[in-house]
């Protein structure tokens, strides 16, 4: 119950100061941004995948889960600001309009992908192959969850 309170939370504050800190960038900036971001941690999330599909190399998957836990903790709900539920002139956008109209579940999504992030990074350090692989499906649930309700086809 606290877990689900804080995680709801998290995601609101998140969207609280999304209207503050997104005032500096322009939409299409934070599409930008945000969209580099989900980049970078999907290109550290096939390493880890490779890791665990092939020679496991600790320190490789350690720096890897780091860097996803590093971008899920960074305050990435600020890059949600008003304009961006939809293409600005060259730039698209891959979120669906429903995810403005839902917060507190989004919240809740982000709260949920957060922990997770942290968890992998938590058992990425610790060297055992077996916890990162079940940390590693946990996470891609918390993306597949947000993805299918608020991510529009490409």
């Known amino acids: 119950m606290k877990r689900t309170l804080a995680s ?3 995601g609101i504050l998140a969207v609280a100061i999304a209207s503050t800190a997104s005032a500096a960038l322009k939409p ?3 599409i930008q941004y945000r969209q580099a971001g989900y980049s970078f941690m999907s290109w ?3 390493k880890i995948k490779a890791n665990l599909e092939r020679d496991y190399n600790q320190a490789q998957v350690a720096a ?8 899920a903790n960074s305050g990435m ?3 949600y600001g008003p304009g961006t539920d ?3 002139g ?3 956008t891959h979120v669906k309009p429903e995810l403005f ?3 507190e579940e989004v919240g809740k999504l982000a709260g949920d992908f957060v922990a997770a992030a942290d968890k992998l990074n938590a058992v990425a350090a610790t060297g055992d192959q077996s916890a990162v692989q079940t940390a590693f499906g946990d996470l891609g649930k918390t993306c597949k969850a947000c993805h299918q309700k608020f991510r529009a086809d490409d």
């Not at 889960?65 to 971008?71: G, L, M, Y």
């Open 101 to 103: 109209q839902n917060m």
């Open 90 to 92: 060259d730039t698209e």
């Open 28 to 30: 299409e900036e934070q």
């Open 77 to 79: 709900g600020a890059l």
């Open 64 to 71: 890897a889960a780091n860097a996803i836990a590093a971008i």
């Open 86 to 88: 939809k293409d600005v």
């Open 8 to 10: 709801t939370a998290v």
């Open 44 to 46: 550290n999330m096939g």
